[in-house]
T-cell receptor, first 117, second 111 residues
């Protein structure tokens, strides 16, 4: 199957700093990428949907000025958590799909664990 | 009521047992139904997907969708310790929309 990578796999930062997380589709071009957040023992919650070259669409309750998403190419999307606070500590997972067929499998990255001190 | 309900478990079974995992949902507009497996601190991995109602079998795994009852199931036959993971059901309105996930059921298969 297709491979999606995320970098870094884990990060610890101080409160108030910004953290950038990269999501790459390694062997296919992803027209759409999704960003999810998963708190301990909770399900994955969609944060935003991004299409290459367009502004991301954020889910209700997700602050677009705090979680900056850039989908600059068909193989790379980035999520920047600005002025991170302890409540932003979570597992962030991206997924990517090709988006050409009726059904398009989403391929998930391995996730990034963010801890804000 | 949440869109997708899934008992978080944990569920513990002996090796070789048949495992039954279930989800219910409230929105009849869902058309695609998936089961993902997620190991600790890893991203989800697609096990099976089904379009609309019906059954689908792949090796030891069988997925069932009953749209009239808004109920989906995943059966694992001859369960193995390597099946120990969290199993997430997920649904889509169409093939290009975001996934709506259940909470996940943590399964442990004991040797």
């Amino acid at each position: 199957g297709a491979v999606v990578s995320q970098h870094p796999s884990w990060v610890i930062c101080k409160s108030g700093t910004s953290v950038k997380i990269e999501c790459r589709s390694l062997d296919f071009q992803a027209t759409t990428m999704f960003w999810y957040r998963q708190f301990p023992k909770q399900s994955l919650m969609l944060m935003a949907t991004s299409n290459e070259g367009s502004k991301a669409t954020y889910e209700q309750g997700v602050e677009k000025d705090k979680f900056l998403i850039n989908h600059a190419s068909l193989t790379l999307s980035t999520l920047t958590v600005t002025s991170a606070h302890p409540e932003d500590s979570s597992f962030y997972i991206c997924s990517a799909s090709v988006g050409l067929a009726v059904y398009n499998e989403q391929f998930f990255g391995p996730g990034t664990r963010l801890t804000v001190l | 009521q949440k869109e997708v309900e899934q008992d978080p478990g944990p569920l513990s079974v002996p090796e070789g047992a048949i495992v039954s995992l279930n989800c219910t949902y409230s929105n009849s507009a869902f058309q695609y139904f998936m089961w993902y497996r997620q190991y600790s601190r890893k991203g989800p991995e697609l096990l099976m997907y089904t379009y609309s109602s019906g059954n689908k079998e792949d090796g030891r795994f069988t997925a069932q969708v009953d749209k009239s009852s808004k109920y989906i199931s995943l059966f694992i036959r001859d369960s193995q310790p390597s099946d120990s993971a969290t199993y997430l059901c997920a649904m889509q309105y169409s093939g290009n929309t975001p996934l709506v996930f259940g909470k996940g059921t943590r399964l442990s298969v004991i040797a």
